[in-house]
């Protein structure tokens, strides 16, 4: 049974950000922990009592195709009329035209909960999400006034429709074409890997298309952005004849079964009208402008499905008696085997972290989109840039491998798909694909963002988080062992930056061979900061009423500085000295 | 399309093991490389051209119920008829009843070739040799002319069957009675997670059921082994009438699909007429006798998905064009991007590790069971107890991180069953699980391995690689710099075995907090150990005929070195400081 960490949530996002810069924002003036309580507190009623019973069987049954359309699993249309009734679409979307503005860390706390109850079923709002951030940004007024208001009731989705056969990490390669007529264009191409591209939940669906204008210049240049509605809609308002925009199949896949992933055609006769967003051949900006928010929906994808694959497994270890542990007279509950407890405590704890860490990314874009204080704004921005690609990576293996610890918590069990932690291992897998695989997001952490600046914004996190380190007091010695180990981290990530720097001088391609490694260690790293952090606090609520919830933090985040922060000792060695291994290899020797 | 690694495994058997003593072995006086050759050769060619077009058709089909019994995918009937036909069972079998004795590591090759071809289908025969072994030492001679030459033909298949619903890793907990009755027994009793329990391969399955005798001690000393067949049979050997076995239901599981995994009933009225197997009560001895052969054998499976993976990945990677490297002029086959082949040569050389090490502990197995002189077996038995949990724990572990690596180079495709890649991370998950999870391998390790002798044979370990390692002198500074990689490996694995050592003289659980930790620094260091050897080896190579292959093994080497080889440093700080931070922490805590 999933249960909303609505406890820790609380905590990460009032007493670890705690931050007050965000009431200094206008966007956020009305905005108080008390507002963010109950929308956390409904999304988990929400999501325990509407999402999470779907979530097995809409595994099992999965999204159904038919030259018709795509049928979503039983129950999931109920659900979707739920999810809109209860103006879950609205959250975070522009209040011109009906939606309600939130910060980002507490919009990814709601995506949370609703990544841990049903990924697949989430991924259709967010998508959404998506669409209707790119149509705030880069449409027309009136293309606003068009499609937003119904997109942010929920009365539509919306899709991302970028990928093609020949064309995934590299979007250059994209070939659909986009024929001027009058007011539109005409599009003909085929699209694969369209999350959510067709379905049974709403009547309308507003794909937005890269496509290539004809003559435009080749590569990246030359794309454009393109509204393609399923369902044409009338001068009044009211939705027309069907589009040329055609499901042809959906993928079978590893995880996610109930998220029709969708080849999509456009245009088999006349050509589906396309409507231009912006300007022509600036396509890959706009979507590349929503692509933070994306990533960091992604990351926390990644450990919203760690945290449930947590839940089940310490609730099994609880209750499976099996072996006695040293010291026990007869067969107890296996969590009190120590590797059990080992293996439980690595999910808590690498969750933990990378909650502590994406939030704060997601802090750190609100108040570089949303501050008064221009360089409070830029340096915030400058730092949430160089968060994601850590989030989205970091996140999601981890996410991964918790997964995979909850398999192997119940045995046997865990491979028998009626206990559910298959699931997760299967469904968390293409969090570290999707929206740039953890390749793509070492290249752009490496390659755009560390390469940019020269090092700029990682010099300041890394000074601000010795310092906050530095800074710790405590009575309590595991509280001080765990900022011991924290400040090792950082000194590690601090020496392997400079190393990297220096490499990536004279050798692009150096930093790339070992791009990955250096993600991990950041996420590793940044992760154990927040965490000695969190424990620094809990320490001062130890004297409370909540000094059970407390303990558990101080405990969590000692495990992590024992027990994961020490892989930050290879990784940076592999970042250091792993390149030319991988260099002076050819595609021979492999 | 996969093929079998001829050369890899002649370079392990031949040159990297080239152990001379196995000549001196009476058993295997007729064994010789030729041999060893044409049995690869011929496991190759039936493995790709008979196992492997049932790998993917059987996972999508899977196993079918019926309470007749389970009917096995199309294809596995005519495949299995050619594997005995083959003579395939025989090998390594007794040769009082027709089996071929060949030496372990010899078998461990084949067996990978067969696992890696088709995981689900190589159980079956992996099952049967299991029981086949048990009865090779524990049977009397009747029960042996009676069951073996029919299970050595392949004519009939054999199961293990331990596992019941309350006792998983813990068989102390085991409940199916058996009643004496003349002769024989009748058991009662439900077993699950029975693998190929129930098929339609052949006309009878022999189960090796344990159970307890009624009015036997409590625990694990009041546990017999019994023979219960499917089919009972007549005094002249020919098919009587159906024993009560029963196949209740298969499970449904995350891979493995087309094996069977059934729930068995015995006995239902009468009961199943059972055989009582050597003296009552010792049955778990008779189970521990043939553990090791089938723990390393799983250990194989771990690594053989592992180069299918592997296999598949470098093809796609090879073709799939997308993206420009630093230096290119246009999009490139991915295999030129600095991390996709950062991620292949990390499959590549676990895989390498895995399999230099689990042969190396085969040979050792071999040694300890038939070198004429006492002092070299009983130090090669020794050796082979340690390493066994090290090569059923690291490969598999390893062997589950390479099938994920598969599905990332596949980026999108990488989730789309179709594309194959999934089916290994799906398969390859209960390598981690049966036969003892990777945790029971690690308190076998440290609990009865190396508190058994107080170190010792892990020191005499310790000091041969290291001699072995400080002697290695070549020209190749490439080699130079893998040896120099190994021995840190090495004296990080010796500190933190003392350290191990000195915190379990005082207290058991220390040591079961970071037993998995240490199991995996044992299997890093010692597989890079063999690396180095290879590179060394190969370096003499370079000059020959075969340049392009010895060049590869250098530079896997040296990645395995330089990139995957640094895990170690924080795995040894994990082990010399982490116990506390589970031990401290209480199930409230979690």
Known sequence: MYRAPLRELRFVLEELLGSTALSDCPQYAEYSHELGRTILEEAGRFAESVLEPLNRSGDQEGAHWSPDGVRTPAGFKDAYRQFAEGGWPQLGSDPRFGGQPVPQALNNAVQEILASANLAFKLCPMLTHGAVHALSLCASQAQQQQYLPKMISG??????????????????????????????????????????????????TIHMVLARIDGAPAGTKGISLFIVPKVL?????????????????IEHKLGIHASPTCVMEYGHDRGAVGYLVGEANHGLEYMFVMMNTARLAVGVEGYAVGERAFQRAAEYARTRVQGKPPGAASATPIIEHPDVRRMLLTMKSCTEASRALALYAGLQLDLGAHHPDEGTRRAALERGELLIPVVKGWCTETGNETAALGVQVHGGMGFVEEAGAAQYVRDVRITTIYEGTTGIQSNDLLGRKLARDRGAAMASLLSEMTAELRAIESAVPTVLRTRDAALQGVALLERATRALLGAMATDAAHGLAVSVPYLKLCGLTIGGWRLAKSAAIAAGGLGGADRAFYEAKIHTAHFYARQVLPQALGLAQIVEGGAESVLEASAEHI
């Open 155 to 204: 009365e539509w989705t919306g899709t991302m429709v970028l990928t093609e056969p020949q064309a995934g990490s590299d979007l250059a390669l994209i070939r659909t074409r986009a024929i001027p007529e009058g007011d539109h264009f005409r599009l003909f191409g085929q699209k694969i890997f369209i999350t959510w591209g067709e379905h049974d939940l709403t009547e309308n």
């Open 233 to 249: 809609i009338g001068p009044d308002g009211s939705l027309g004849e069907r589009n040329e925009v055609r499901c042809a199949s």
